[in-house]
């Protein structure tokens, strides 16, 4: 065998290597990619499950607060607009000021999911 023929064949398999590891390589990051996703899926329907959890305990201690607001100045109504005004209030205060401390925790959550895509 000539030179020529054992540089040919050794580039041949070089090339077929090379192939074998980029089909590896997106293979893998195929699967990274999916367990990523499956993780921030995860994390959403959490997120969503325990904030509509939450947001029904508050919904139901808002109404008794109101009520029993109402009940102690004499009529209900005033108790729910009471109530009512302070929630527009707190809303408020988050609309004003609650951006960046949203931003801020979202952009945390998201990082430690796609930490690894750097590497």
């Known amino acids: 065998m000539s030179d020529k023929q054992r540089l040919g064949k050794h580039f041949e398999n ?7 590891y980029i089909e590896s390589e997106i293979a893998y990051q195929k699967l990274d990619l999916y367990k990523k996703l499956i993780n921030a899926v995860s994390l959403l329907l959490k997120f969503l499950v325990n904030s509509s959890i ?19 100045l004499g009529y209900n109504f005033l108790g729910f607009l009471i109530i009512s005004g302070v929630l527009f209030l707190i809303t408020l205060i988050m609309v004003i000021f609650g951006k960046p401390l949203f931003e801020r925790r979202v952009l945390k959550m998201f990082n430690s999911i796609f930490s690894d895509l750097k590497k």
């Open 14 to 20: 070089l090339s077929e290597d090379a192939k074998t």
């Open 54 to 72: 939450l947001l029904l305990a508050f919904t139901f201690l808002f109404v008794g607060l109101s009520l029993l607001l109402g009940y102690i």
